[in-house]
């Protein structure tokens, strides 16, 4: 990823809040050298496999540390349930009138009968 000093501020906030006090502790815990995690910090180029790395050891949201999308705990958010993202998945890429037609579908089915 090209240079891009937002990112670099996110990643340094990023590694503030977790619990590495140590640059060397986190290239050692990444296996990765001390330079990059530096260059990571500078917004410098982060590959992707790095970034992913990086958002899961420190426990951040990677479109937040990458893309400053959303909030730096969004990935924790389990407000949908697995069977609401299926559904949810299912929507995406249908017509809009496919989407409504299924939408009233889905509210015309009394509550009583939502498995949950």
């Given at each position: 990823?090209?240079?891009?000093?937002?990112?670099?501020?996110?990643?340094?906030?990023?590694?503030?809040?977790?619990?590495?006090?140590?640059?060397?502790?986190?290239?050692?815990?990444?296996?990765?050298?001390?330079?990059?995690?530096?260059?990571?910090?500078?917004?410098?180029?982060?590959?992707?496999?790095?970034?992913?790395?990086?958002?899961?050891?420190?426990?951040?949201?990677?479109?937040?540390?990458?893309?400053?999308?959303?909030?730096?705990?969004?990935?924790?958010?389990?407000?949908?349930?697995?069977?609401?993202?299926?559904?949810?998945?299912?929507?995406?890429?249908?017509?809009?009138?496919?989407?409504?037609?299924?939408?009233?579908?889905?509210?015309s089915i009394p509550r009583e009968h939502?498995?949950?």
């Amino acid at each position: 990823m090209a240079y891009d000093p937002a990112r670099g501020k996110r990643i340094r906030e990023a590694i503030s809040l977790g619990n590495f006090r140590k640059v060397h502790a986190l290239a050692a815990e990444l296996n990765v050298s001390v330079a990059a995690v530096s260059r990571w910090q500078n917004g410098g180029h982060t590959s992707l496999e790095s970034a992913c790395a990086l958002a899961r050891l420190l426990d951040v949201s990677l479109d937040w540390l990458l893309l400053g999308r959303g909030a730096i705990d969004g990935h924790k958010n389990s407000t949908i349930s697995a069977t609401e993202l299926l559904w949810v998945t299912a929507l995406r890429g249908r017509s809009a009138a496919s989407q409504s037609n299924l939408i009233g579908l889905l509210e015309s089915i009394p509550r009583e009968h939502v498995l949950r």
